[in-house]
T-cell receptor, first 115, second 115 residues
Framework: EPEVTQTPSHQVTQMGQEVILRCVPI?????FYWYRQILGQKVEFLVS????????KSEIFDDQFSVERPDGSNFTLKIRSTKLEDSAMYFC?????????????FGEGSRLTVL | AQKITQTQPGMFVQEKEAVTLDCTYD???????LFWYKQPSSGEMIFLIY??????QNATEGRYSLNFQKARKSANLVISASQLGDSAMYFC????????????FGAGTRLFVKA
């Protein structure tokens, strides 16, 4: 069964450092997303990406964040200068082109710890 | 603006009994999808069930059913014959066409199944 894969599964970094989280969405999917979940809390939308550009971003997704699809398979989230409050689980997700009916497929998450 | 509300932070249920997890939503978009996801303690997001805004019948998937009341904007999840393995966090979610078909999540309900 096809799946969304994320690397790394866990990253520890110092405040102020740059972090890149990587995702490989399901190959025939068209819409890609990043979500964030601070421990035990709600799953927060960060950004949606379609046709090589951002469709929508939340207020959390400020200038410190960027996304890229550098090739046909990878989808990355970059945090330029991490803050303590960026510590969270980051989920990548993708869906096919069936609009609002399509199930969102999640990766297993990348846990980011900022010290 | 779209919104998902889950008013039950935690629920307890006896093994083998049924339980209902509440979810209300708000959107001005006539086309939307409603989803429930389970998040066990291991952290992955597991898709459970989907209901489309134009679906006339309530969705069912095994022991899961979605009680969809469109006029009340509610989409409650019913789990029948609860099992110990059902203990987890449950998130109600909604996808709309706006924002690249982004999906937004409620705050979640933590379900505890007692033996």
């Amino acid at each position: 069964e096809p799946e969304v894969t994320q690397t790394p599964s866990h990253q520890v970094t110092q405040m102020g450092q740059e972090v890149i989280l990587r995702c490989v969405p399901i190959s025939n999917h068209l819409y890609f997303y990043w979500y964030r979940q601070i421990l035990g809390q709600k799953v927060e939308f960060l950004v949606s990406f379609y046709n090589n550009e951002i469709s929508e971003k939340s207020e959390i997704f400020d200038d410190q964040f960027s996304v890229e699809r550098p090739d046909g398979s990878n989808f990355t989230l970059k945090i330029r200068s991490t803050k303590l409050e960026d510590s969270a689980m980051y989920f990548c997700a993708s869906t096919d082109g069936t609009g609002y009916t399509g199930e969102l497929f999640f990766g297993e998450g990348s846990r980011l710890t900022v010290l | 603006a779209q919104k998902i509300t889950q008013t039950q932070p935690g629920m307890f249920v006896q093994e083998k009994e049924a339980v209902t997890l509440d979810c209300t939503y708000d959107t001005s978009d006539p086309s939307y999808g409603l989803f429930w996801y389970k998040q066990p303690s291991s952290g992955e997001m597991i898709f459970l069930i989907y209901q489309g805004s134009y679906d006339q019948q309530n969705a069912t998937e095994g022991r899961y059913s979605l009680n969809f009341q469109k006029a009340r904007k509610s989409a409650n999840l019913v789990i029948s014959a609860s099992q110990l393995g059902d203990s987890a966090m449950y998130f109600c979610a909604m996808r709309v066409m706006a924002g690249g078909f982004k999906t937004i999540f409620g705050a979640g309900t933590r379900l505890f199944v007692k033996a």
